[in-house]
């Protein structure tokens, strides 16, 4: 119950409050949830994207990988 | 005639709403029977001389089904395979291109997709193309950029068609999209080819046997045969490893925004599913009291009796 | 003699407009509030902006390597 009244009191309880914890959520969120997709995206198909197939190009990459 | 068709119909309809008896005279009854009759010999002669030809087409006029393959970039969350772009590309390049253009597709297309900046300028200027005319109007040449499009092998579609006895080489830029099958079918196609055709089968000259091209008659003849091509990064240029590549380049060329259509599909997936469990919570969390409440009545007591 | 008075010494309070100390005071910790969630509420929608991507998310501490984009010259087709 308590839990319930430190969230009414933190968030919903002054109007700017709740506007600002929505807006900061939003802006928030979108960066944090897109590093996030786009890290398990390249951790899925690693190896296969362009950024790792160019490490193994002699000359066009800063270092040569051995895959 | 009419009114007399009409006084038996209502004579019938009546006939049913009354049950009374039905008076239809007999020659009526005769021009029904006449017709009913003629219909329906009418009706057994066309079906019966539709059956006499079948429509279907044979298994060898379709063409094989081609088996399913796993490919790379095959799941929902799959991209291409890049490096398998790349020795497409040169497969492409040193065998296809011999025939087949590839129109849609610009050298910028392939930096940073499967060349460098600096590779991709190198293959281009390895062209000419038309440059503006100088003072005097004569037309003049300049190497290629970045933004020109992979020149064809052939000037126009009639010079294609007489290098080829005829048959005129498809473009290849979105051939995957354009062939049933997609990259299942272009692997299947292009590995194969058997030997020698089946016996019985007759191909008119300057075609080949194929049994995955519907009719089986190709023109193009198979072109990939083991280590034609050298790969830079050591991969076995084996003929399907070859056509594995090639077909994922050209896949890649036919959806070159597949990658990122997946990445960004994996990130609607997410954030529609979210919205939707959410929102079947707040809908439970705002129709429970309603859902569960309990209507009661209580009737007022009857009067006590004395 | 009586003195009257006449009328009230009317004296003006310091202000600014109609705004007054005392008033704005009131309302101080409201434009606080407000201030934040007008400053996120901007952030929300110039989040794609490059102007603002490149002069300042691109500097929020931790957050701000989301908007860095650092691409090789060599994969530009430029």
């Given amino acids: 119950m308590s839990f319930y009244?430190?969230?009414?009191?933190t968030v919903f309880k002054r109007n700017s409050v709740f506007l600002t914890t929505i807006f900061a959520g939003a802006f928030v969120f979108q960066a944090v949830f897109d590093e996030g997709v786009n890290k398990w995206w390249e951790a899925r198909n690693k190896g296969k994207l362009w950024k790792d197939v160019k490490l193994t190009i002699p000359g066009a990459g800063e270092e040569e990988d051995d895959e | 005639m009419f009114s007399r068709f009409g006084s038996a119909f209502k004579n019938s309809a009546r006939s049913f709403s009354t049950s009374a008896k039905a008076e239809i005279s007999s020659n009526t009854k005769r021009v029904i029977n006449g017709a009913v009759g003629v219909a329906g010999l009418t009706a057994a002669f066309v079906l019966y001389e539709d059956s006499q030809t079948a429509k279907a087409m044979t298994a060898a006029e379709h063409g094989l089904h081609a088996p399913e393959y796993d490919w790379p970039h095959k799941g929902m969350f799959d991209s291409y395979d890049h490096a398998s772009i790349r020795r497409?590309?040169?497969?492409?390049?040193?065998?296809?291109?011999?025939?087949?253009?590839?129109?849609?597709?610009?050298?910028?297309?392939?930096?940073?997709?499967?060349?460098?900046?600096?590779?991709?300028?190198?293959?281009?200027?390895?062209?000419?193309?038309?440059?503006?005319?100088?003072?005097?109007?004569?037309?003049r040449k300049r190497p290629g950029k970045l933004t020109d499009y992979i020149p064809g092998p052939y000037a126009n579609?009639?010079?294609?068609?007489?290098?080829?006895?005829?048959?005129?080489?498809?473009?290849?830029?979105?051939?995957?999209?354009?062939?049933?099958?997609?990259c299942d079918y272009i692997f299947a196609l292009l590995t194969g080819?058997?030997?020698?055709?089946?016996?019985?089968?007759?191909?008119?000259?300057?075609?080949?046997?194929?049994?995955?091209?519907?009719?089986?008659?190709?023109a193009m003849a198979r072109t990939l045969f083991d280590d034609i091509v050298e790969y830079e990064d050591g991969t076995p240029a084996s003929s399907s490893q070859m056509a594995?590549?090639?077909?994922?380049?050209?896949?890649?060329?036919?959806?070159?925004?597949?990658?990122?259509?997946?990445?960004?599909?994996?990130?609607?997936?997410?954030?529609?599913?979210?919205?939707?469990?959410?929102?079947?919570?707040?809908?439970?969390?705002?129709?429970?009291?309603?859902?569960?409440?309990?209507?009661?009545?209580?009737?007022?007591?009857?009067?006590?009796?004395? | 003699m009586v003195n009257y008075i006449s009328k009230p010494a009317y004296k003006a309070v310091a202000h600014f407009g109609q705004i007054t100390p005392t008033a704005f005071k009131g309302y101080?910790?409201?434009?606080?509030?407000?201030?934040?969630?007008?400053?996120?509420?901007?952030?929300?929608?110039?989040e794609a902006w490059p102007l603002f991507q490149k002069?300042?998310?691109?500097?929020?501490?931790?957050?701000?390597?989301?908007?860095?984009?650092?691409?090789?010259?060599?994969?530009?087709p430029i």
């Fill in chain 2, 244 to 306: 594995k590549d090639v077909v994922t380049f050209l896949d890649w060329c036919s959806e070159p925004e597949l990658d990122d259509r997946k990445k960004l599909g994996a990130k609607a997936i997410i954030i529609l599913t979210s919205l939707y469990l959410m929102a079947v919570w707040t809908k439970k969390f705002k129709w429970a009291p309603i859902k569960h409440r309990k209507i009661v009545f209580n009737p007022p007591k009857p009067p006590k009796k004395n």
């Fill in chain 2, 193 to 218: 080819y058997p030997d020698d055709p089946p016996a019985g089968v007759v191909l008119a000259p300057g075609s080949n046997y194929n049994p995955y091209f519907p009719g089986g008659s190709i």
């Fill in chain 3, 28 to 46: 101080f910790t409201s434009l606080i509030f407000w201030g934040t969630a007008t400053v996120f509420g901007l952030a929300t929608f110039t």
């Fill in chain 2, 88 to 139: 497409g590309f040169q497969v492409y390049r040193e065998v296809c291109s011999a025939c087949h253009s590839l129109d849609r597709i610009a050298w910028r297309n392939l930096v940073g997709v499967s060349h460098t900046n600096a590779e991709a300028k190198a293959m281009a200027e390895e062209y000419e193309y038309d440059d503006e005319p100088d003072d005097q109007g004569n037309p």
């Fill in chain 1, 5 to 9: 009244h430190t969230v009414f009191n």
């Fill in chain 3, 55 to 76: 002069n300042v998310y691109s500097k929020i501490p931790v957050l701000g390597k989301h908007w860095q984009k650092e691409v090789d010259p060599q994969d530009l």
């Fill in chain 2, 157 to 182: 579609e009639e010079a294609a068609r007489a290098a080829n006895g005829g048959a005129l080489p498809p473009d290849l830029s979105l051939v995957v999209k354009a062939r049933h099958g997609g």
